[in-house]
């Protein structure tokens, strides 16, 4: 009877055995791919002293930092179009050696004695091979200041030169720039070193270039000098507030080099590479926090 009993159980296991499913294993979790973080530079305005952007882009990418947006105010926006158009830094020091004030100054007699602007159109479309700004290698945002309105104006599609051209007229030295029906002036009146529209062309993070003059008691000499500091002047407060949405701000020490000294270049370009150096450190390891950030989960709620 036992005999029986545990043939019975033997069956009934051996039957169940049959009819059970194998249970699907479950798929791995998906992989999540984050890109790196977006990189914007953005380079302020400082006439002649704008060659330190050149130092500082050298000691970037010689430190493995490569800019993903790049955005400029007045002489910025001449760098940054020419970086931005795929030149390396050692291409953009020798267009500044190369550079002299008479392929980009067109003095108008009629017009009280300002520089027309023309000149420099046409150098920048001629060194970005006549591309638009919406065709260059980076994005690339250009900040001009409406004279009607007074309004910020960050242009990032159309013709480079006239957008840089807008970017860089001196009220005072330079003509206005008409576009479109609309005037545009110098983007240091109300922008001095364009971080928010480094943020608008999508950086995650931003390295600000100031190279503009202080106020340090001296009488600067020149009208080129009076124009630039009254403009630096004008912009502080808004600068200031714009600077601190920068996540890193390098500030070269150009304050000695006159606004139209063209003949400091290597010496611009030296402060820049030391200032860039100087803060390098914490560039890195702000980046690695970001990244980090970046790569932890975010517990589901």
């Given at each position: 009877?036992?005999?029986?009993?545990?043939?019975?159980?033997?069956?009934?296991?051996?039957?169940?055995?049959?009819?059970?499913?194998?249970?699907?294993?479950?798929?791995?979790?998906?992989?999540?791919?984050?890109?790196?973080?977006?990189?914007?530079?953005?380079?302020?305005?400082?006439?002649?002293?704008?060659?330190a952007h050149i130092g500082v882009i050298k000691m970037l990418e010689a430190n493995g930092?490569?800019?993903?947006?790049?955005?400029?105010?007045?002489?910025?926006?001449?760098?940054?179009?020419?970086?931005?158009?795929?030149?390396?830094?050692?291409?953009?020091?020798?267009?500044?050696?190369?550079?002299?004030?008479?392929?980009?100054?067109?003095?108008?007699?009629?017009?009280?004695?300002?520089?027309?602007?023309?000149?420099?159109?046409?150098?920048?479309?001629?060194?970005?091979?006549?591309?638009?700004?919406?065709?260059?290698?980076?994005?690339?945002?250009?900040?001009?200041?409406?004279?009607?309105?007074?309004?910020?104006?960050?242009?990032?599609?159309?013709?480079?030169?006239?957008?840089?051209?807008?970017?860089?007229?001196?009220?005072?030295?330079?003509?206005?720039?008409?576009?479109?029906?609309?005037?545009?002036?110098?983007?240091?009146?109300?922008?001095?070193?364009?971080?928010?529209?480094?943020?608008?062309?999508?950086?995650?993070?931003?390295?600000?270039?100031?190279?503009?003059?202080?106020?340090?008691?001296?009488?600067?000499?020149?009208?080129?000098?009076?124009?630039?500091?009254?403009?630096?002047?004008?912009?502080?407060?808004?600068?200031?507030?714009?600077?601190?949405?920068?996540?890193?701000?390098?500030?070269?020490?150009?304050?000695?080099?006159?606004?139209?000294?063209?003949?400091?270049?290597?010496?611009?370009?030296?402060?820049?590479?030391?200032?860039?150096?100087?803060?390098?450190?914490?560039?890195?390891?702000?980046?690695?926090?970001?990244?980090?950030?970046?790569?932890?989960?975010?517990?589901?709620?």
């Open positions: 009877m036992r005999r029986l009993r545990l043939l019975v159980v033997l069956s009934t296991l051996a039957l169940s055995a049959c009819f059970e499913t194998t249970r699907p294993t479950p798929p791995p979790p998906p992989v999540v791919v984050v890109p790196p973080a977006r990189i914007g530079l953005a380079l302020g305005g400082g006439a002649a002293k704008g060659f930092i490569h800019p993903d947006v790049v955005a400029g105010t007045s002489a910025g926006s001449v760098v940054g179009a020419l970086y931005a158009s795929g030149m390396d830094p050692f291409q953009l020091q020798e267009q500044a050696f190369a550079l002299d004030e008479s392929k980009i100054r067109d003095v108008r007699l009629f017009s009280g004695g300002l520089v027309q602007g023309q000149k420099l159109q046409d150098y920048i479309n001629q060194l970005v091979g006549g591309r638009s700004m919406e065709k260059l290698k980076l994005p690339f945002a250009a900040v001009a200041t409406q004279l009607e309105t007074g309004q910020r104006t960050v242009f990032v599609r159309g013709n480079t030169g006239q957008a840089v051209r807008a970017s860089s007229s001196i009220p005072g030295v330079f003509e206005p720039v008409e576009i479109n029906g609309k005037h545009y002036v110098d983007g240091g009146v109300v922008s001095p070193v364009p971080a928010d529209a480094a943020r608008q062309l999508g950086a995650d993070f931003v390295i600000a270039v100031d190279i503009s003059s202080k106020a340090d008691g001296n009488n600067p000499n020149g009208m080129l000098n009076i124009v630039g500091q009254s403009i630096s002047i004008m912009g502080q407060k808004l600068g200031e507030q714009e600077l601190a949405r920068a996540d890193i701000v390098i500030r070269p020490r150009v304050n000695q080099i006159g606004a139209a000294d063209f003949q400091a270049k290597n010496q611009a370009i030296l402060e820049g590479e030391r200032a860039a150096m100087a803060v390098m450190p914490q560039i890195k390891a702000k980046l690695a926090a970001l990244e980090a950030a970046r790569r932890t989960p975010v517990p589901a709620k």
